[in-house]
């Protein structure tokens, strides 16, 4: 049997649930709906520019979601995302497609897949890319059908002599798997990219929910058509919701190699990465896969629900990773939401971003990822600035100037003498963003606050400060970095500003913190601990903008704190699309 050749599977039926709050409709607790916002073309309309990134990915105009399928091929990368060409705000949603030669600058192509056939009228939702042996892409995605069912599908491209990958099929024998009557067929939906195993079994996981327990349902193949459901999940976890977006990929134990999706043995770990859309968060584990039983069982050092390990503790939904033969390496890709109102998103003509691709790899503690901007971006930096042993007594702050701020990357390491002034860790503080909260930037700390005020007006009524805290527990101390979008903005109506915040794992004999923040208008990308912490915040400032946006370090502390070194960088633009 090819891939061609099987007949359409049996169509089930169940229905999608639709629900209505306040005027808002969510469709199975998922994206918020706005159905008069929907289909509001505004290709005509002017793109509201303020607040628009300039190196970060998106489309010229309207609405994006989740990255889809990102992939290398013939020497140059696909990135497929989740868009809706016809307005602001989620829905109609087809696969919007673009091709870079270094991950960052970007040519848009036409779609890639969007609703036509019954298997996915209704929607081309997110899904994987995998590469089969021949270097022969195909595409799983989640199809909704003409009852709104979540069902799979599998597209192929039309010319694999073309590396752009323009023309997409998608075959009649479409659905290869649909929920089956234990599966609840409106949660049941973005297939990953398959594995192969010893046996020759492909295998892949769907997202899915039995009453409040997350699913990864596995899959297998022996032709990428004809797929059988496993007795059991790869795994699952009370209590947590639907899992969407899963991600399954094993690391080495050592070293920053990215690895093909297919390797397993005694020298790697797997990492097994949930999307919750009960929480809008992700989480992930380091754990071990056994191959012959189909069982992923996390390490004990990774907690498997909502406490758990994320990839970044900010806005970042939706990721997927990919192996990159090239440069082997891991690359992660992750979309930020907007931060604003929907009626801000429709008159700015667009809304979300993708994050920068991140290579990913296994701590050396090997109890989580270590995550750092692909190398390619530092070709956007242009102008330098350094600071080199600045001191920063309690209260100070020293501007960075000369860069320009609202679109810079700016690599600092703090040190500090001692760590006795560091205020004892309340054991009861096990939510970050709550400590973050209570505690901010502004108010006296002993270690920390300390850190950048990004994004900030040169009178400072807005600036977005990225700072971490030290505390004394028991017996080791307790670092904190916090992304506190409370004062980003004169603006109220609208915005939502969190105080995101995590804990660094972070051993501090060196007495050093390293951070790295990247600053383009509406968003504070930041990286501390050497990419053991990351924080994602958007920000809407009224103030400071473009050539108005200022940079600064601080302390808060009673300890002094030093700048060892801060290199920061004017950005180019990318071509973007
Ligand atoms: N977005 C897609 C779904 C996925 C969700 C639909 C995650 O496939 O579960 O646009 O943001």
Redesign the pocket.
Known sequence: MNLFTLPSLLLGFSFFSLFINNGVVFVDA??KIYPELQSLQTDGAVIKPLHRTRFHFQPRRHWI??PNGPMLFKGIYHLFY?YNPKGAV?GN?VWAHSISRDLINWKPLKPALYPSKPFDIN?C???SATILPGNKPVIL??GIDPQNR?VQNYAVPANLSDPYLTEWIKPDDNPIVDPDSGVNASAF??PTTAWLSDNGHWKTII?SKRKKRGMAYLYRSRDFVKWTKAKHPLHSAPNTG?W??PDFYPVPLSGRRGLDPSVTGNWVKHVLKV?L?LT?YEYYTVGKYYPEKDRYVPDNTSADGWSGLRYDYGNF??SKSFYDSMKKRRVLWG?ANESDSAQDDVSKGWAGIQLIPRRIWLDPNRRQLLQWPVEELNKLRGKEVVLRHQKLLKGHHVEVKGITAAQADVEVVFSFSSLDKAEPFDPSWVDAQAVCDQLGSKAQGGVGPFGLLTLASENLEEFTPVFFRIFKSHHKHVVLLCSDARSSSLKEDGLYKPSFAGFVDINLSSKKLPLRTLIDHSVVESFGGGGKTCITSRVYPTKAVFGDAHLHVFNNGTEAITVDYLRAWSMRSARVN
């Open positions: 998922l994206h979601n989740d989740q989620w949603i929607g939702w997110s899904g995605y989640t979540q939906r973005d997202g639907m969407e977006c999307s859309d809008r939904y939706a979309w």
